[in-house]
């Protein structure tokens, strides 16, 4: 045979084998798997609402209880597409302590991707018995609304509860709910304002002590009696961490209302205590006007080489958060 005529043969062949594909396909490009072309609503897109016709696609099934394969049963759960009403609430479900190993951590992962026509359901656990399930769908909710999903009135009582010294449930991020609570509400102290007011009455010294930092964050004139006789306490020297430089720039943010309160106290305080009194009582009656002038502050105290003026610089997130206790 011809080289040629071999060409041509392999040449005819290439193109049967090429049309019979195109007829196989119906003349059309092959189209996605089913599981792959339904709707998918993730942690990547959790604000994205599902059609209406069908509310949550169901496109994956749950992974298996992860045992000894935890980290990659997790990471699965949270790129599989969320799925349909029962399996929204299975997910509540699993938020309990119920002693079945991960599925808590899953359940919270697969529940911060839900449109936000679905969060009722987890406002709905909000006031559970179970401490773990409410903590849990507490810190779903802190997740959404830092997205900018909104939430019902409940979500605030609930989150200035958890600033609680005895709220011991261990979350997905590996910790207790008190401190990421307290940044969260520092950011928007403004909607959580009733809900701070009842906790300057909690039995807990923490949730008080964080509630009063918050009000005073928020400039709460209201309050800012009760609030600055609870925070003045903390400026003396103790074995807390961090609690007088909160209490410091917090009294700082009240303004002239804590003027009162600090000259009322500055007898009855230490040599620590007397120095932020004086420090933020200058602050309010004659503020820095330049950097030099607040770098001079600095001298004024030995509480911290972080700040040249904790009552002005403080940062809630570069300072370590105080552990009150009870």
């Known amino acids: 045979m011809g080289v040629w005529h071999e060409r041509g043969l392999l040449l005819v062949a290439g193109a049967l084998l090429v049309a019979g594909a195109f007829v196989a396909f119906g003349g059309e490009a092959a189209a996605a798997p089913a599981a792959l072309s339904a709707t998918v609503v993730s942690a990547a897109g959790a604000d994205q609402a599902a059609p209406a016709s069908s509310g949550l696609s169901v496109a994956a099934e749950l992974p298996p209880d992860p045992g000894t394969n935890a980290p990659a049963a997790i990471r699965q759960a949270v790129e599989s597409p969320v799925v349909d009403d029962p399996r929204l609430a299975r997910w509540v479900d699993d938020l309990r302590d119920d002693n079945i190993r991960w599925n808590g951590e899953r359940a919270y992962r697969a529940l911060i991707g839900l449109p936000p026509g679905r969060l009722p359901a987890v406002?709905?656990?909000?006031?559970?018995?179970?401490?773990?399930?409410?903590?849990?769908?507490?810190?779903?909710?802190?997740?959404?609304?830092?997205?900018?999903?909104?939430?019902?009135?409940?979500?605030?009582?609930?989150?200035?509860?958890?600033?609680?010294?005895?709220?011991?449930?261990?979350?997905?991020?590996?910790?207790?709910?008190?401190?990421?609570?307290?940044?969260?509400?520092?950011?928007?102290?403004?909607?959580?304002?009733?809900?701070?007011?009842?906790?300057?009455?909690?039995?807990?010294?923490?949730?008080?002590?964080?509630?009063?930092?918050?009000?005073?964050?928020?400039?709460?004139?209201?309050?800012?009696?009760?609030?600055?006789?609870?925070?003045?306490?903390?400026?003396?020297?103790?074995?807390?961490?961090?609690?007088?430089?909160?209490?410091?720039?917090?009294?700082?943010?009240?303004?002239?209302?804590?003027?009162?309160?600090?000259?009322?106290?500055?007898?009855?305080?230490?040599?620590q205590g007397r120095a932020l009194i004086d420090l933020i009582a200058l602050d309010l009656t004659s503020p820095p006007r330049t950097r030099q002038e607040l770098v001079a502050r600095g001298r004024l105290h030995g509480i911290t080489g972080?700040?040249?003026?904790?009552?002005?610089?403080?940062?809630?997130?570069?300072?370590?958060?105080?552990?009150i206790g009870r």
């Open 123 to 271: 406002e709905a656990v909000l006031s559970s018995a179970d401490r773990q399930q409410q903590q849990f769908a507490l810190a779903v909710l802190r997740v959404r609304v830092d997205r900018g999903s909104p939430v019902g009135d409940a979500f605030w009582p609930a989150a200035v509860d958890a600033l609680r010294s005895d709220n011991r449930v261990m979350l997905p991020s590996l910790e207790l709910p008190a401190k990421p609570t307290l940044r969260f509400l520092a950011r928007l102290p403004a909607a959580a304002v009733p809900a701070l007011r009842r906790g300057l009455g909690s039995d807990d010294t923490q949730q008080r002590f964080y509630s009063s930092y918050l009000l005073a964050v928020a400039g709460d004139r209201a309050s800012a009696a009760r609030v600055a006789d609870e925070l003045v306490r903390r400026l003396a020297s103790n074995d807390t961490g961090g609690d007088a430089l909160m209490a410091t720039h917090a009294l700082y943010r009240l303004g002239d209302a804590a003027l009162a309160t600090l000259r009322e106290w500055r007898p009855f305080v230490d040599e």
């Open 306 to 323: 972080l700040y040249h003026d904790p009552a002005i610089e403080f940062d809630l997130g570069r300072s370590p958060v105080a552990w």
